[in-house]
């Protein structure tokens, strides 16, 4: 089994920057693949980036390529999403997924097996 906590959610201006956070825990040498998925009211789920975890592959959705970056302390079993230039539709409920299997070109379809609770994005002036 995996556990999945995430954190640096906040309120922050539009143009700003914010790191998010993402603990991993249990079976930990098992886990391939990492993403980020997020979640605005009303809308349906989205993947944000994934990150083969072990190092390597990178994958972004197209709306944050540029702005987002996706990296890993593989030592420290966590996960990070570094974002700037944030924008008020980046607003959203955001969260960590983990899965055994390696990444690859579907992981934006979000078929990960473990996910966190999710920590709240809010971007507004």
């Known amino acids: 089994d995996v556990q999945l906590v995430e954190s640096g959610g906040g309120l922050v201006q539009p143009g700003g920057s914010l790191r998010l956070s993402c603990g991993v825990s249990?079976?930990?040498?098992?886990?391939?693949?990492m993403g980020w998925f997020r979640q605005a009211p009303d809308k349906e789920r989205e993947g944000v980036a994934a990150?083969?975890?072990?190092?390597?592959?990178?994958w972004y959705a197209d709306s944050v390529k540029g702005r987002f970056t996706i990296s890993q302390d593989y030592a420290k079993n966590t996960v990070y999403l570094d974002m700037n230039s944030l924008k008020p539709e980046d607003t959203g409920m955001y969260y960590c997924?983990?899965?055994?299997?390696?990444?690859?070109?579907?992981?934006?379809?979000?078929?990960?097996?473990?996910w966190g609770q999710g920590t709240q994005v809010t971007v507004s002036s």
């Open positions: 249990g079976a930990t040498l098992s886990v391939n693949c």
């Open positions: 997924a983990a899965d055994f299997l390696r990444c690859d070109s579907t992981w934006y379809l979000g078929s990960f097996g473990y």
């Open positions: 990150i083969y975890f072990g190092g390597g592959t990178e």
